[in-house]
C-alpha cells in the first residue's frame, strides 16, 4: 500500500480512510460517545489556544529527545492503544508496532489487540507499554501481566476509565459487529452476567466487577513494571494516584468514547501539572492532530502525547507506512513549530510559549 500524493497531514489521512472503511467500521473508529460534543472539543480546543512565536533565536543546536521512566526517546510522540486495529489493515497492531520502532515512538498494545502480545513483541523491537482492562478474574489479569513482561514490554498502562462502553450512538446506529477474524486473542470471552428483574444492569451488572483502587494496590504488589494510570481527567483523581504511588498518568478522554461532556486533557492539564509538580509523567491523548497540539500540550505540562484514531487512519489508507508517515508528519510540524517559537529543546517550551491575552 502506497501513501497517497496528496497526503500533507493527519486530516488528509482521516478524509482518505473514511473513503476506504466500510460505514460500520468507520462508526466504531471515527465515533464518540453519544452527540459526540468532547470529541469535537478535543480537537477545537487547541485551535483555540494562540502560540507566541519568537524571532532570531539561535535553534542549530535543536532536537526533541526527552527521558521517559527508563527510556531515551527520540520525540515525545507515542502510540495510545487502540483495539482491534485489524479493522483497518490485515496486519493490524504488527503494522502499527513495526512503524513506531521504525519511527523512533513508543508503542502501547491495548488488552483488546486483534494481534498476539508475542507475536507483536516479536516484530516490534521499539520501546512498548502493555495497556491493561483488569478481567473477569484476577489469574486472567495476572496471565495477560506476565505475558506482558515476558514480551519485553516495559510498562502497565491501567485504563481507568472505561469499566463499561460509553453510550457510543454513531456506532449503534451504523449496528457495528466486529467482523469475523477480528477480535481480542489475548483475552478469554467476558463471562455473561446474570441479573434479577430488580437490579440495575448498569450497577449490579456490568460495573459489578469492575476495579477499584484496591485493584491497583494489587498490580503493584504483582509486578515491578512501572505503573501508569490512562483516562484521568478529575484533578482528585490524580491526587489520588499520587497517595497511590503510581509512575505516570496518562490524562485522557478516551478520544470523546466513554462519558461525553467532560472536559479535554489541555483544559484540565495545568491544574494537574501544579498537583504532580513534575513528580511523575504527564502523558495526554485525545484530540491531537498538529505538531502545534503537541507544542501546546507540552507547553501546559505535558511531558509526551499519544495518538489514538490517526493511527487507525494511517493503517486503512496505507498500512505500516502510512503509520510512520503519520509520526513523522507530526515530529516535523513539532519541530517547525519549536523552531519558530525560539525552543531548541522540550523543556525550553513553557507557558510562555503561549500568548495569554491581559
Ligand atoms: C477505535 C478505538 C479503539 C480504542 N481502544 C482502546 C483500548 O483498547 N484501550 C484504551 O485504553 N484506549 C482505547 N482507545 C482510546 C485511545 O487509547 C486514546 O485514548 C484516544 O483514541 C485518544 O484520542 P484521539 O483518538 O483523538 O487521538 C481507543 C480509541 C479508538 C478510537
Same mark, same amino acid.
Not at 100 to 117: C, D, E, N, P, V
Given at each position: 500500500?502506497?501513501?497517497?500524493?496528496? /497526503?500533507?497531514?493527519?486530516?488528509?489521512?482521516?478524509?482518505?480512510?473514511?473513503?476506504? %472503511?466500510?460505514?460500520?467500521?468507520?462508526?466504531?473508529?471515527?465515533?464518540?460517545?453519544?452527540?459526540?460534543?468532547?470529541?469535537?472539543?478535543?480537537?477545537?480546543?487547541?485551535?483555540?489556544?494562540? +502560540?507566541?512565536?519568537?524571532?532570531?533565536?539561535?535553534?542549530?543546536?535543536?532536537?526533541?529527545?526527552?527521558?521517559?521512566?527508563?527510556?531515551? %526517546?527520540?520525540?515525545?510522540?507515542?502510540?495510545?492503544?487502540?483495539?482491534?486495529?485489524?479493522?483497518?489493515?490485515?496486519?493490524?497492531?504488527?503494522?502499527?508496532?513495526?512503524?513506531?520502532?521504525?519511527?523512533?515512538? %513508543?508503542?502501547?498494545?491495548?488488552?483488546?489487540?486483534?494481534? #498476539?502480545?508475542?507475536?507483536?513483541?516479536?516484530?516490534?523491537?521499539?520501546?512498548?507499554?502493555?495497556?491493561?482492562?483488569?478481567?473477569?478474574? #484476577?489469574?486472567?489479569? +495476572?496471565?495477560?501481566?506476565?505475558?506482558?513482561?515476558?514480551?519485553?514490554?516495559?510498562?502497565?498502562?491501567?485504563?481507568?476509565?472505561?469499566?463499561?462502553?460509553?453510550?457510543?450512538?454513531?456506532?449503534?446506529?451504523?449496528?457495528?459487529?466486529?467482523?469475523?477474524?477480528?477480535?481480542?486473542?489475548?483475552?478469554?470471552?467476558?463471562?455473561?452476567?446474570?441479573?434479577?428483574?430488580?437490579?440495575?444492569?448498569?450497577?449490579?451488572?456490568?460495573?459489578?466487577?469492575?476495579?477499584?483502587?484496591?485493584?491497583?494496590?494489587?498490580?503493584?504488589?504483582?509486578?515491578?513494571?512501572?505503573?501508569?494510570?490512562?483516562?484521568?481527567?478529575?484533578?482528585?483523581?490524580?491526587?489520588?494516584?499520587?497517595?497511590?504511588?503510581?509512575?505516570?498518568?496518562? /490524562?485522557?478522554?478516551?478520544?470523546?468514547?466513554?462519558?461525553?461532556?467532560?472536559?479535554?486533557?489541555?483544559?484540565?492539564?495545568? #491544574?494537574?501539572?501544579?498537583?504532580?509538580?513534575?513528580? /511523575?509523567?504527564?502523558?495526554?491523548?485525545?484530540?491531537?492532530? #498538529?505538531?502545534?497540539?503537541?507544542?501546546?500540550? /507540552?507547553?501546559?505540562?505535558?511531558?509526551?502525547?499519544?495518538?489514538?484514531?490517526?493511527?487507525?487512519?494511517?493503517?486503512?489508507?496505507?498500512?505500516?507506512?502510512?503509520?510512520?508517515?503519520?509520526?513523522?508528519?507530526?515530529?516535523?510540524?513539532?519541530?517547525?513549530?519549536?523552531?519558530?517559537?525560539?525552543?531548541?529543546?522540550?523543556?525550553?517550551?513553557?507557558?510562555?510559549?503561549?500568548?495569554?491575552?491581559?
Amino acid at each position: 500500500m502506497a501513501i497517497p500524493n496528496d /497526503i500533507a497531514s493527519l486530516h488528509d489521512y482521516e478524509r482518505h480512510a473514511q473513503a476506504r %472503511l466500510s460505514e460500520e467500521a468507520w462508526a466504531y473508529i471515527y465515533g464518540a460517545s453519544a452527540d459526540e460534543y468532547t470529541a469535537r472539543s478535543n480537537e477545537s480546543v487547541y485551535s483555540a489556544i494562540k +502560540l507566541l512565536n519568537q524571532t532570531l533565536t539561535d535553534v542549530s543546536k535543536g532536537h526533541t529527545q526527552l527521558d521517559l521512566l527508563g527510556h531515551r %526517546l527520540a520525540h515525545p510522540i507515542m502510540l495510545a492503544p487502540v483495539a482491534y486495529q485489524k479493522l483497518a489493515h490485515v496486519d493490524g497492531e504488527i503494522a502499527s508496532a513495526t512503524a513506531a520502532a521504525a519511527q523512533g515512538a %513508543l508503542f502501547t498494545l491495548s488488552t483488546l489487540s486483534s494481534s #498476539r502480545i508475542e507475536d507483536v513483541a516479536q516484530c516490534a523491537q521499539g520501546p512498548r507499554w502493555f495497556q491493561l482492562y483488569f478481567q473477569d478474574s #484476577r489469574a486472567q489479569t +495476572l496471565e495477560l501481566i506476565k505475558r506482558a513482561e515476558k514480551s519485553g514490554f516495559s510498562a502497565i498502562v491501567v485504563t481507568v476509565d472505561a469499566p463499561i462502553n460509553g453510550l457510543r450512538n454513531r456506532e449503534q446506529r451504523a449496528g457495528f459487529q466486529l467482523p469475523d477474524g477480528v477480535r481480542a486473542v489475548n483475552c478469554q470471552p467476558e463471562r455473561q452476567r446474570q441479573i434479577n428483574p430488580d437490579e440495575s444492569m448498569i450497577f449490579q451488572g456490568l460495573m459489578r466487577h469492575a476495579p477499584s483502587w484496591k485493584d491497583i494496590d494489587w498490580l503493584r504488589q504483582h509486578t515491578t513494571l512501572p505503573i501508569i494510570l490512562k483516562g484521568l481527567i478529575n484533578p482528585r483523581d490524580v491526587s489520588i494516584a499520587l497517595q497511590h504511588e503510581i509512575d505516570g498518568v496518562v /490524562i485522557s478522554n478516551h478520544g470523546g468514547r466513554t462519558l461525553d461532556t467532560l472536559p479535554s486533557p489541555i483544559e484540565v492539564l495545568p #491544574r494537574i501539572h501544579e498537583l504532580t509538580k513534575g513528580d /511523575i509523567p504527564i502523558i495526554v491523548d485525545s484530540g491531537i492532530r #498538529r505538531g502545534t497540539d503537541i507544542f501546546k500540550a /507540552i507547553a501546559l505540562g505535558a511531558d509526551a502525547v499519544m495518538i489514538g484514531r490517526p493511527i487507525m487512519y494511517a493503517l486503512a489508507t496505507a498500512g505500516a507506512l502510512g503509520v510512520a508517515h503519520t509520526i513523522r508528519l507530526l515530529r516535523d510540524e513539532l519541530e517547525l513549530t519549536m523552531a519558530l517559537c525560539g525552543c531548541e529543546t522540550l523543556s525550553d517550551i513553557t507557558p510562555d510559549c503561549l500568548w495569554q491575552p491581559a
